[in-house]
C-alpha cells in the first residue's frame, strides 16, 4: 500500500507562488509513476503533470507548462509541485497520485492508471 498525503495549498493572489507537497509512504515510492491531478468546482478531474519513477521524464497540461514544475525527491518519498504565476483558473483540489505499478520507466496521462491518491489540498487563486 501506499498512502499519500498533500500539503502546501491555500490563498495567493494572482500572478503569485505556492508549492505543494506530496509525502509518501511505503518502500516502492522510488519507483512509481507519480502525478498532480486538479479538479476545479463543477468540472471533471483533470491531469496537471504527470511524472516517471525516475523522474526522468515528465509531462505538462498546456494549460500550466511554462508556469508549473513537478520534482521528486526519492530519499524523502516526496514528489512537490512549484506554481508560479498563478491564475484565478489554477483554483481547484490538487491530488497527488502514486501509479499503479511498482516499477515504472514512464508516466501515465490516465486517472485509471492511478491506484493510489490523497485526500486533495485546496489552491485558490484570487484575482
Known amino acids: 500500500q501506499v498512502q499519500l498525503v498533500e500539503s502546501g495549498g491555500g490563498l495567493v493572489q494572482a500572478g503569485g507562488s505556492l508549492r505543494l507537497s506530496c509525502a509518501a509512504s511505503?518502500?516502492?515510492?522510488?519507483?512509481?509513476?507519480m502525478a498532480w491531478f486538479r479538479q476545479a468546482p463543477g468540472k471533471e478531474r483533470e491531469l496537471v503533470v504527470a511524472i516517471s519513477g525516475s523522474g526522468g521524464s515528465s509531462h505538462y497540461a498546456d494549460s500550466v507548462k511554462g508556469r508549473f514544475t513537478i520534482s521528486r525527491d526519492n530519499a524523502k518519498n516526496t514528489v512537490y509541485l512549484q506554481m508560479n504565476s498563478l491564475k484565478p483558473e489554477d483554483t481547484a483540489v490538487y491530488y497527488c497520485a502514486a501509479g499503479r505499478l511498482r516499477y515504472s520507466s514512464t508516466y501515465y496521462l490516465m486517472d485509471g492508471d492511478y491506484d493510489y491518491w490523497g485526500k486533495g489540498t485546496l489552491v485558490t487563486g484570487s484575482s
Open positions: 511505503g518502500r516502492t515510492f522510488s519507483s512509481r509513476a
